[in-house]
């Protein structure tokens, strides 16, 4: 079984800053894509940051120059510095990752059960 459990939500005044952080735990051989997605009441989930295990990485536009995504490959986690935050980032943020273990199983998509972020404003 492969897990993902994400921790660092809360919250936080406009302006202010969050730390996500996702680990993934079980026979994992390698971890290609890894990121963060978020769900909003009512919205449809959506990419907030992904990063593969090169150290490429892709931001939505909404967030592009206030969140950074990192990794570490050899703890096989995932963080997500949230910084300027505003009331419109409030979501469940989701951890997501595609997986392959020991023995040769590919999951494409395995996710996090997911963590509130509340901005007030």
């Known amino acids: 079984q492969v897990q993902l459990v994400e921790s660092g939500g809360g919250l936080v005044q406009a302006g202010g800053s969050l730390r996500l952080s996702c680990a993934a735990s079980?026979?994992?051989?390698?971890?290609?894509?890894m990121g963060w997605y978020r769900q909003a009441p009512g919205q449809q989930r959506e990419l907030v940051a992904v990063?593969?295990?090169?150290?490429?990485?892709k931001y939505a536009d909404s967030v592009n120059g206030r969140f950074t995504i990192s990794r570490d490959n050899a703890k096989k986690m995932v963080w997500l510095q949230m910084n300027s935050l505003k009331p419109e980032d409030a979501a469940v943020y989701y951890c997501?990752?595609?997986?392959?273990?020991?023995?040769?199983?590919?999951?494409?998509?395995?996710w996090g059960q997911g963590t509130q972020v509340t901005v007030s404003s």
């Open positions: 990063t593969t295990s090169g150290g490429s990485t």
């Open positions: 079980g026979s994992i051989l390698s971890i290609d894509v």
């Open positions: 997501n990752a595609n997986v392959l273990t020991n023995t040769g199983q590919r999951y494409p998509e395995v």
